[in-house]
């Protein structure tokens, strides 16, 4: 919980917050940095980065202490995941899955035994995906296919789940299958997977228009058992689980917008003085001094809109109007300032060598996954309207 008085702007953080940030900020500039092309053209993470985001505590950050996690807050997961991508939004995303997903659901939902075999893990060296996708079921979540059939004491996964991030990387999944498909959505249960677990395998790789260090595969679930002390929560609660995990993912995505615009708009800035046209510096021109304001206005209020989704979220508030606010309005911001930053950067912009194609490129997922802007609009109309 934040130490400040209850009347602080929202921006301002307390100083563990301040720390930590700056801490991430100085890692993403100067170890990730370096490795953002290569792994986006190798459509793969380097390995040793990994490693350096458990060291850092950064893919445990809500972990309690006695799991060996970095006993943060809610709030830190949001700068950690806004402040790396603006260096890389692929590295970003790898822990915001870990973290607001993945790691959130275990806390909230997990057993005692549970906790005492993963958190530990997860705070260590365990990745983790959270697989709800399929071919025929993604903004129509609850439509999934995927069954969960119970033999014995055991459950039995037959199924596809598709687009799941992380699935590379990851060692533990968190699967949603249906228990009775008659059942509609209270049939639907979550369950924890390892990888390597029989009749379990990780399926086709997409090739991405962005993000293209984070893996997106398929899982293939052919006669998978699964002990039922693996189910997550409980039978038939996996849409509960489901549904509050993504409310809370959502203002993730959006620090992850957030944090793109910043990284476009630095390098924007930065080329716009040192560039020299028509005997001056480019941001000597008011033309482009409105445009980098301009930018740099939806990118103060997109930062306020997510940091305040996630102060209302850590104090207890109601926040999915907020989040679903967040996550649409930053998406749109992200897309728009980098749009603007290769426009900025003119030719060069348009090339590899430069950073900010790239962004443009990431920007786009903003608007898909955790819920397309389509899908926010419509919690949004919902929650304000009264609709059911
Ligand atoms: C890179 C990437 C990573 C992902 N990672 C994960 C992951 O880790 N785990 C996971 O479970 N999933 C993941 N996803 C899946 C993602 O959440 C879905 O792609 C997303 O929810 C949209 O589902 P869909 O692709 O089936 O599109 P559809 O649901 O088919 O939507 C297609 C279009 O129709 C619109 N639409 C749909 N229904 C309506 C409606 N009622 N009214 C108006 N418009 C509508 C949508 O807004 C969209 O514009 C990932 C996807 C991508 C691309």
């Known amino acids: 919980m934040n130490t400040l008085s209850p009347n602080y702007p929202l921006t301002e953080l307390n100083e563990d917050e301040v720390l930590f940030r700056d801490t991430v900020r100085q890692f993403a500039e100067k170890d990730i940095a370096p490795l953002v092309r290569r792994m986006d053209e190798e459509q793969r993470f380097d390995a040793g980065i990994i490693r350096r985001l458990f060291e850092l505590g950064l893919m445990g950050i809500e972990i309690p202490e006695k799991y060996n996690g970095s006993a943060g807050t809610f709030f830190d ?29 275990l806390l909230h939902w997990a057993t005692d035994a549970q906790k005492d075999r993963y958190l530990p893990q997860l705070a260590t060296d365990l990745t983790g995906a959270y697989a709800l996708s399929e071919a025929g079921s993604g903004s129509d979540a609850f439509a999934l296919q995927t069954r969960a059939e119970k033999r014995g004491e055991d459950y039995v996964l037959t199924g596809r789940k598709l687009w799941i991030t992380n699935s590379k990387e990851a060692g533990l999944f968190i699967v949603f299958a249906t228990v009775n498909p008659a059942l509609g959505y209270r049939g639907i249960t979550a369950f924890l997977v390892e990888k390597g ?38 039978i038939g609660k996996g849409y509960k689980i489901a549904i509050e995990t993504l409310n809370e993912g959502r203002i993730g995505i959006g620090a992850q917008m957030v944090g793109l615009a910043e990284g476009a708009w630095a390098h924007a800035a930065k080329y716009a003085k040192e560039r020299k046209q028509f005997g001056k510096a480019l941001v000597e021109f008011q033309a482009m001094q409105f445009q980098l304001a301009e930018m740099a206005t939806e990118i103060e209020a997109a930062r306020l809109m997510v ?18 606010m967040c996550k649409y309005f930053a998406s749109q911001v992200a897309e728009r300032v980098a749009s603007l930053a290769v426009e900025v950067l003119g030719g060069v912009g348009f090339v590899r060598d430069y950073p900010v ?32």
């Open 77 to 105: 997961a949001i700068l950690a995941v806004e402040s790396l991508s603006a260096v890389d939004p692929s590295i970003a995303v790898l822990v915001d899955v870990q973290n607001t997903l993945v790691v959130n659901a």
């Open 197 to 234: 677990a029989p009749g379990f395998a990780i399926g086709r790789k997409e090739d991405k228009l962005g993000i293209r260090a984070s893996s997106t595969c398929e899982l293939i679930f052919d006669g998978c058992l699964v002990p039922a002390t693996q189910v997550l929560g409980e």
């Open 307 to 324: 940091y305040n989704a996630a102060r209302l979220k850590e104090a207890g508030l109601p926040f999915r109007k907020e989040a679903a």
């Open 357 to 388: 194609e790239k962004l443009y490129r990431d920007a786009k997922i903003g608007k898909i996954y955790e819920g397309t802007s389509f899908m926010q609009l419509s919690v949004i109309a919902r929650l304000m309207l009264d609709l059911r």
